[in-house]
Each structure stands twice: as structure tokens, then as C-alpha cells.
């Protein structure tokens, strides 16, 4: 608003100082922002973090890469996805396969060691088979989502099923995979999940070093996806988008199809959310049902609500300070923490829908519609 | 043949279970677009309802018929409360009622936590309802008769209130068009609220009749709307028959795909079989006709 040319009878009041800042400066304001970002998370938290703190903020920042995407189906598309669990789940699965075979060929075996537990036979069964292969398995983490998401979004999107319905569907989506996987148990280690996961491709996972390693590529991920992100908010297509939020119809009018934005928007999404997941697991060292279930996909999307859902820096911000509350509730006080994570979701989304990243708007507002001089001119 | 009999009274009776959890939210779905994601813990209300009312009264058939109205009223205080607390400031934005509701029944559910403990509790079935009869080779279980026929009877008294009641012409009336039916003097948003009531003490009934075939814990509500949910995106929302057909028909699918394969996978072909089917009626199984864009 700063840069729209003021009413004459009004600039002639005030002071120089408020002038419009250099657009020079504003040009630098996002890419100095982020420059700063990349500053804090790849120079100044390894140098001052413990091991321990930096492994958690590693599990903290594959959250933030979940809540990127949610911050583009939800925050700007208007798709309220609640099963970006499957997701980060197939990206988790993917990369824990191709790791548990891993450590099953370090040892001279053929079979993870949970199928030697649960296992009824001793084959491999044929869809683990090529995950054997590092390349096919880092490449299934992020197109093995977006073919599942390209499949539901392409039948659902198509045929105009929105709003609620989509996210009930989606939400279905979350309740039956885990319930597959839950059901499986010799080939996906059950409610379990895969657990134990020793070296990360050829990297022992119990050494701080290579703990640290990991912690690098997660931040590095997430600030790359941020930036990509960021292309994509401000592109032709990042307009269309919203406008396909705000007025689905008009948008359809205009002779685009909003399908087809939409289902840009949900697989790419989920392509984030399988990456997040594959990188979940040397974080973190497991992958289980319970970490992406229905209430657990539900959790993806309230870290970008508090923080501000249309917001990137918001939406990210958010999922790590929500990680963060939780993971430091939740231990000592794990009645407290249900407690403030239900109280979020009511205040936040229902209070304040533009998330703390709109707090300073919202209170100048109401600020400038409380003040009596302003009432009485109007 | 007795094998298919079997697994179809099964299915009847997980439709009938269902159909009782779907009525409600086919109301206050259809009334306010809103998913109401507490639903479930309305649910779990009226099973703890049952539970505290059977430690006072020592008759487990006095207790049962006594704790159905009793649930009605408790559950449906609670609806009305979260509707005139939240969701009436919240109806222009169904999806985050959807989130805002998820918020309350986290809390609501760590309340049981607290008062009643995480463990699940149980309570006994009267005796009449723990027999089963046998006709023709088929099995049927005195409890899930008995749901089947609550369940019945819930659609019925709700049908027979929609069509003949002032209160369901008004109800109609906002379903079909909230503004016009404003505009014609209808106080929508009491119309709303006594919605609420009924559709969220309909849980409550839901509750007394899941004590019968499970156990009564924190998070029982969750394990089942899920698929409640799905009823009324299927059966859509402007009339109940929708619902009715749609919770007897998954009900069915899902046993008789559970007696062929296993419970897992007839989750996930259920869910693809949904996805097919929107494919031919987008909007549900029923729907208004309008000639509204939306």
C-alpha cells in the first residue's frame, strides 16, 4: 500500500520520513530474508546446537517441508488436504525399504531383519525387490506421492468434488493406508513400522558426524523447496491458483480449467510432503502407521494454520514451532500438550485464519477502527 | 449360501451402526455445510453416559432404556453449546469449521482421559440382548438386532419429523435455501441450533448402542467417523434415504470384501470403489436439484 501515489491533501501534513521505502531495498527484502534463513540453519545452528538439539531440529524442519506444501494446496489453492500423511508416509516407506535392505546386505542377508521375524516365507516379496536399486529408491520418495496424488486428485478434481468432500476423501485416503500397512505386517513391519534403520548409504547413522550430515541436507532441502516455492507463489500459476481459491467459477469462466490447477497444486504438494518423509527416516531412524495416520496427517496441516497457511515463512515457522511445543510438552506434560494442540486449532484457525503471520495486520486494523479520532472523522 | 446370509446380517449390522453415526451428521452437514469433526466424541458422550448411568442403576436393561433419552439430551447439549460457541461465527468458512471442530474434539477427548481414565471400560449387557437367535441357518445376535432396529427407528421418527413437523419444514426450508428461507422469516440461526441438537444427540443414541459391541474408551469416536463421513459424501445430503442406502451398502461391501480378503485391503477397495463411484454422481446420491453454479 506504501507505494500507491497519496491523496495531495493529505501528504502535506506529514513528515518526509514516512516516504515510501527505496524500491532498491524492496527489491532485496525477500532474498535478503532468505539469505539470512539459509544463514541461521546451515552456519549458526550446527556451531551452536548440541548433537542431540540439532537432531531434533532436523525431525522439526521435515515437518516445515510438509507444511511448504500444505502452505501451496491449502494456504493458496484452497484445498484442505488432511492426508498429506500417505505422503510423507510413501516417501518414509520408500527410503526405509531401500535402507532396511541396505543394512540387510551389510550383514550378509537377504531379508530385513523383521521379515525374518514375521516373516512366512524366505523371498523377498516382488515390490520390495527394486528397492533395492539407491536410485529407483530415492526416486519412488517423491514419484511414488505424486502418483498417488495425480491418480485421487485427476478422478476427484475432474468431476468438481470439493470443499469438504475432498478432504474427507483425502482424509479416507490417510485411514486406509495406515490400516494397510497396520494390516501387513510381514512385508511392512506393522504397527512397528520400520524401525532400526543402522547406516544411511554407507554412512552409520549412530555417528554424530553423520547425524549432522543429515541435518545439513534436510535444512539445504528446505530452503531449496522454500525458494522453488516462493517462484511458484509469485508465477502466472501462483495467481491462477489463488484465484481458482477465491472464485473456482469465474476462474472456469475465464476459459482456464481449474482442475488441472488444482491438481498441480495437490501433487506437488505431495511430492513435498514424500520427500519430507524420506528424509524423516535418517532423521529420525523410523517409520511407523502412527506417524501418519489420520490424526497425525490432521497435525501436518495445523503448524502452517498458526503460523499463517498463505503465508510460506508463516506456514513454515509454524510446523517448527508447533513441532517444537510438542515435542517439548508432550514427554513431560502429555495431557497439557492435547490440551493446547485442540486450543490451537480453535484459536488459530477459527480466530485468526490468517495465522500469526496476519497478527500485526489484525491488530493495526483494530486498532485504527477503535481509536476515536479516526471513528468521529468517518 | 448360509455363509453369504451370515456375512450379509454382519454387514447389515456394521450398516446399521453406520446409519445411526451418519444420520446425525447428514443434518448438520446438510444444514450448515459443516463437517462436524466432533461428532465422534458426541458419540463417545453418550457411551460414557451409559457407563456412569449403569454404575448407579444396578439393572443393565433399566439403565440401557434409560441412558437412550438421557444420551439424546446429553450429546445434543453438547452440539448446541459448540454450535452457539463456534461454529455459528464460523459458517461462511466450512472448511475451517472442519479444523476448529478437529481442535474440540482433541480436548473433548483428553476430558474422558482425565475424568475417566485412558483405559477402555465396558458395561454389561442386559441378558435378553446377549442371546442370539437362529433362523434359517443364520445367526443373528440379539445386540446387533437390536441396533438394527434402533437404527430404524431413529430414521423413522427423524423422517416423520422432517416431512410433518413445523420445526422439519423450517429445517427443509434452510436446507434448501438458507436465504430465501431467512428472507421468508424463518430465524435461521435458532433453526441451526435446535439442528444441532437433534443431529449431536443422535450421536449420543449412537453411543448407547456401540457400548453393546465394543468397548467404551477415549477415542472410540474416532475409529468410526472416519467412515461416517464417507457415508454422506456418498449418500449426499438433501435427503436421508442417501444416507440409509449408503451405510447398508458399505456395511455389506465391507464384510462380505473382509470375508474374502482381509480387513486392510477391504478398507483400501472401499475407498477406490467411493472414488469410482463419484466419478458417476459427484455430489452424492442424492442431491438438490439448483441451478446454482456451486
Wanted: overall charge positive; aromatic content about 10%.
Amino acid at each position: 500500500m506504501t507505494t500507491t501515489t497519496p491523496l495531495a491533501g493529505k501528504t502535506a501534513t506529514k513528515p518526509p520520513v514516512t516516504e515510501p521505502p527505496a524500491p532498491f531495498l524492496e527489491r532485496f527484502r525477500v532474498p535478503g530474508a532468505f539469505l539470512l534463513g539459509a544463514l541461521l540453519l546451515l552456519g549458526i545452528a550446527p556451531l551452536v546446537l548440541s548433537d542431540f538439539r540439532l537432531s531434533l531440529l532436523a525431525k522439526y524442519l521435515c515437518y516445515a517441508i510438509v507444511a511448504v506444501g500444505v502452505s501451496l494446496a491449502w494456504g493458496r489453492g484452497g484445498l484442505l488436504v488432511l492426508g498429506q500423511g500417505v505422503f510423507f508416509g510413501l516417501g518414509g516407506y520408500a527410503m526405509a525399504m531401500h535402507l532396511k535392505l541396505a543394512d540387510a546386505a551389510v550383514t550378509g542377508q537377504t531379508l530385513p531383519d523383521f521379515m525374518q521375524l514375521y516373516g512366512t516365507g524366505d523371498a523377498l516379496p516382488w515390490w520390495w525387490k527394486p528397492f533395492a536399486d539407491p536410485v529407483f529408491a530415492l526416486a519412488a520418495t517423491v514419484l511414488l506421492p505424486m502418483a498417488v496424488a495425480a491418480l485421487l486428485g485427476f478422478f476427484v478434481f475432474r468431476r468438481r468434488v470439493k470443499g469438504a468432500y475432498f478432504a474427507i476423501l483425502s482424509q479416507a485416503l490417510a485411514a486406509a493406508f495406515a490400516i494397510w500397512l497396520v494390516g501387513q505386517q510381514a512385508n511392512t513391519g506393522g504397527t512397528n513400522g520400520l524401525t532400526d534403520i543402522q547406516g544411511f548409504f554407507g554412512y552409520a547413522l549412530d555417528d554424530p558426524v553423520n547425524q549432522r550430515m543429515v541435518y545439513v541436507v534436510v535444512a539445504a532441502v528446505l530452503l531449496v523447496l522454500m525458494a522453488a516455492a516462493r517462484q511458484l507463489f509469485v508465477s502466472r500459476y501462483g495467481e491462477l491458483l489463488v484465484a481458482v481459491r477465491d472464485s473456482e467459477e469465474r476462474v472456469r469462466f475465464l476459459g482456464y480449467d481449474p482442475a488441472n490447477v488444482k491438481l498441480v497444486a495437490y501433487v506437488v504438494a505431495a511430492g513435498m510432503a514424500g520427500l519430507a518423509g524420506a528424509l524423516f527416516v535418517p532423521a529420525v531412524g523410523i517409520i511407523s502407521p502412527a506417524l501418519i495416520g489420520v490424526v497425525p496427517s490432521i497435525g501436518f496441516v495445523i503448524g502452517a494454520a498458526v503460523g499463517g497457511r498463505a503465508s510460506l515463512l508463516g506456514a513454515v515457522l509454524g510446523a517448527i514451532a508447533v513441532a517444537w511445543t510438542q515435542s517439548t510438552l508432550s514427554d513431560a506434560y502429555p495431557a497439557a500438550w492435547t490440551y493446547l494442540q485442540g486450543l490451537l486449532f480453535v484459536v488459530a484457525v477459527g480466530f485468526l485464519p490468517g495465522g500469526l503471520a496476519s497478527l500485526v495486520t489484525v491488530l493495526r486494523r483494530k486498532r485504527r477502527t477503535h481509536n476515536p479520532a479516526t471513528e468521529g472523522a468517518a | 449360501m448360509t455363509v453369504v446370509l451370515n456375512q450379509s446380517f454382519t454387514g447389515i449390522s456394521i450398516g446399521a451402526v453406520l446409519l445411526l453415526i451418519a444420520l446425525g451428521l447428514t443434518l448438520t452437514f446438510g444444514q450448515m455445510g459443516v463437517i462436524n469433526m466432533a461428532h465422534g466424541e458426541f458419540i463417545m458422550a453418550g457411551a460414557y453416559t451409559t457407563y456412569v448411568l449403569q454404575q448407579s442403576v444396578s439393572g443393565a436393561g433399566v439403565s440401557l432404556l434409560v441412558a437412550l433419552p438421557l444420551a439424546f439430551l446429553v450429546a445434543g447439549a453438547m452440539g448446541a453449546l459448540l454450535e452457539w460457541l463456534l461454529i455459528r461465527r464460523l459458517y461462511t468458512r466450512p472448511l475451517d469449521t472442519l479444523l476448529v471442530t478437529w481442535g474440540v474434539s482433541l480436548m473433548l477427548q483428553q476430558l474422558a482421559r482425565d475424568v475417566f481414565g485412558a483405559p477402555n471400560v465396558q458395561t454389561t449387557a442386559p441378558d435378553l440382548l446377549t442371546g442370539h437367535i437362529t433362523v434359517g441357518g443364520v445367526t443373528l445376535a440379539g445386540n446387533r438386532l437390536f441396533i438394527l432396529g434402533l437404527a430404524l427407528l431413529c430414521v423413522l421418527a427423524l423422517t416423520l419429523i422432517l416431512r410433518l413437523t413445523p420445526l422439519g419444514r423450517r429445517i427443509r426450508a434452510v436446507v434448501q435455501n438458507r436465504d430465501l428461507a431467512e428472507v421468508s422469516g424463518i430465524a435461521t440461526g435458532r433453526v441451526d441450533r435446535t439442528t444441532f441438537f437433534i443431529g449431536s444427540g443422535l450421536a449420543g443414541v449412537a453411543g448407547v448402542a456401540l457400548t453393546l459391541v465394543g468397548p467404551i474408551g477415549p477415542t472410540m469416536g474416532t475409529n468410526y467417523i472416519v467412515d461416517a463421513f464417507l457415508v454422506v459424501v456418498v449418500g449426499g445430503i438433501a435427503q436421508l434415504k442417501g444416507s440409509v442406502i449408503t451405510a447398508f451398502a458399505l456395511g455389506v461391501l465391507q464384510s462380505v470384501l473382509e470375508y474374502s480378503t482381509t480387513v486392510s485391503v477391504a478398507k483400501v477397495v472401499v475407498l477406490v470403489a467411493i472414488v469410482v463411484f463419484l466419478q458417476w454422481r459427484p455430489q452424492g446420491l442424492y442431491t438438490l436439484r439448483t441451478r446454482s453454479l456451486a
